[in-house]
């Protein structure tokens, strides 16, 4: 409760006017039996005219308007406090996820983060809106209908004093061992978030197989697993509400026996027996609302603490003193130095090492080279040998268990994020095309004139197809790109890397879908435009790697092979094997 309490802290004066609203709109609604007693057992045996009689009633009638407009006001203003609340919540929780190091994502995995973004939040705002409102409302409904019962019968109202103690303390034993049942809950909707994500992306090697059934009963078993969940806690919170009920009806039988009994003897008015069942059912009420309110409670302290273990956690790979990081001087642009490097063993199976891309808890086993500025760097190798693995250390996602990686001669640790990523222009495994026009899916909110922009278009081969549409860069790409073809949306990818004029050009698989032609074509360019970028790519294809000054042969995460074309040819059978099976494979 402590990260709702730090949310709503900004709004405290504002909860503070809602609950005395709420307080005053509750109080008044108490009010109306009291005078309804007042009224029978008093005015109207004493009254001489029906005008006193209506004006009485016309007290009644504007306590009834005041408890509504009260009652009114109240709720509108905490749903503002619940949504200011949530906002901040949500806004905080997607920074954090933005920053979040890879072994950090690994760790909480993007179906986790996904449901806490989506059902947590929701859980918390519903419980930030009814706390201000029901949390108020519901005790004084409950102390305050027994205060003025014992203000009319003492008698009549021990049997509540007696019943409503029970009563609550059954709420909240039954409450309180609800939170562990919802943290499986918010638990198995993460299982439940991850397979549906894996489907519906993997929808068309789904239908292309044919196996809608096998998915459909992943899905259906998970689901199934989640409901249960759900349904026993359900049960179990709901439990004090017919035992709560059933107690206030053997109260209020008691009263309407007892009460008749007590008017027959004439120790009590016939309008306090109709208050006190009035009374009754407003107690009723209150206790109903404390189990609303422990059951949202529940869930809320659930979702606050899943939420809570994302935005909390503390920011890692934080720029290091660079006098605690070793320096390497050279004319290098990338450096590795006797580097290894493991992803964390800790991690979920589900989401270990897939920040990137790697399939499995992938390894680098003492990898070192060079890369001089300006110059190029290829990397081939099967897959899972640890050629992203490279890439994500370059970047600085991790941090190597042992060994250097410097930058511009200048230890990757030693820079802040930002400084480091402006030098970068990538494109990754499986990358991004938003939902929005080509032109932002180039620039990507960066400065970037229409020049460059057209520039970086044509020396990816993309501006053909772009201008071919009738509002060309305005085109509206659909959500993945799903109305491109693989090829058009690589060279986008790469078009969105050169715009920016990056210093480090890295393509991981990047032309993978494009025929031989284009894609010669488009290391043409790049050499002729972006000549003087330091230029890493990794390639299934070794035609994507011939013409680099020096190419790396990966397997297992260890470097087996280093040198030109050339060299390899002569030294690294490994890479012979592959050049002649796809020289083969092309010419036939």
Not at 347 to 372: N, T, W, Y
Request: aromatic fraction near 8%; charge should be neutral; include cysteine.
């Amino acid at each position: 409760m402590r990260l709702i309490w730090r949310y709503v802290r900004p709004w405290r004066w504002y909860v503070a006017a809602v609950m005395a609203i709420k307080l005053m709109g509750t109080g008044t609604e108490l009010l109306i039996p009291y005078v309804l007693e007042h009224l029978l057992d008093h005015v109207v045996p004493r009254a001489e005219s029906a005008w006193t009689v209506a004006a009485w009633g016309a007290v009644m009638l504007a306590l009834t308007g005041i408890t509504r407009m009260l009652n009114v006001t109240a709720n509108r203003m905490s749903v503002r406090v619940a949504k200011e609340g949530t906002f901040g919540i949500r806004r905080d929780l997607f920074h954090t996820a933005l920053n979040l190091s890879g072994r950090q994502m690994d760790q909480v995995g993007l179906p986790s983060l996904i449901s806490r973004m989506t059902s947590d939040t929701y859980n918390v705002q519903n419980f930030i809106r009814m706390i201000q409102t029901m949390g108020i409302r519901a005790p004084i409904m409950l102390l305050g209908g027994i205060a003025i019962t014992l203000t009319m019968d003492t008698g009549l109202a021990m049997i509540l004093c007696i019943m409503a103690p029970v009563m609550t303390a059954l709420v909240s034993f039954v409450s309180w061992k609800g939170i562990p049942l919802y943290d499986e809950v918010q638990r198995r909707m993460d299982v439940l978030v991850r397979l549906m994500r894996e489907s519906i992306t993997g929808i068309r090697v789904v239908r292309a197989l044919s196996k809608e059934p096998y998915e459909q009963r992943r899905y259906g078993e998970a689901n199934t697993r989640m409901a249960r969940q759900e349904v026993k806690a359900s049960v179990i919170m709901s439990l004090p509400g017919p035992i709560v009920t059933l107690f206030l009806n053997i109260g209020l039988t008691l009263v309407v026996l007892i009460g008749a009994q007590r008017v027959n003897d004439g120790q009590t008015a016939p309008g306090v027996i109709l208050a006190f069942l009035t009374y009754f059912n407003m107690i009723l009420m209150g206790v109903m609302g404390l189990n609303r309110i422990f059951m949202m409670m529940s869930k809320a302290n659930a979702s606050a603490n899943r939420i809570g273990e994302v935005i909390d956690m503390p920011e890692d790979l934080t720029p290091l003193p660079e006098a605690e990081t070793v320096t390497a001087p050279s004319d290098d642009a990338l450096i590795f130095d006797h580097v290894t490097f493991n992803y964390d063993a800790e991690a979920d199976g589900e989401s270990r090492g897939q920040f990137l891309g790697e399939g499995r808890q992938q390894c680098l086993k003492d990898i070192s080279f060079r890369v001089p500025k300006g110059g190029s760097l290829g990397i081939i190798g099967a897959t899972g040998s640890g050629k992203t693995s490279i890439i994500n250390l370059l970047m600085r996602f991790y941090d190597p268990q042992e060994g250097h990686v410097f930058v511009d001669g200048k230890d990757v640790r030693a820079y802040d994020r930002d400084s480091l990523h402006r030098k970068f222009g990538v494109v990754f495994q499986n990358d991004a095309i938003f939902a929005d026009s080509i032109r932002e899916n180039v620039t990507f909110g960066r400065e970037v004139s229409d020049e460059a922009m057209r520039r970086a278009a044509k020396d990816a081969m993309a501006m053909g197809f772009i201008e071919g549409y009738e509002d060309s860069y305005d085109h509206a790409a659909a959500i993945h790109g799903a109305n491109f073809s693989g090829g058009q949306k690589q060279r986008l990818l790469i078009a969105r890397a050169l715009a920016a004029n990056p210093e480090i050009l890295i393509l991981d698989d990047a032309s993978s879908a494009l025929d031989y032609r284009t894609d010669a074509e488009l290391r043409r360019a790049i050499r002729e435009h972006h000549g003087q970028a330091t230029t890493v790519v990794i390639a299934q294809r070794v035609s994507s790697i011939l013409a680099m000054d020096e190419i790396l042969v990966m397997h297992d995460g260890e470097m087996i092979g280093r040198g030109t074309h050339e060299a390899l040819m002569a030294s690294c059978p490994v890479y012979r094997d592959i050049y002649r099976t796809q020289m083969s494979e092309e010419v036939g």
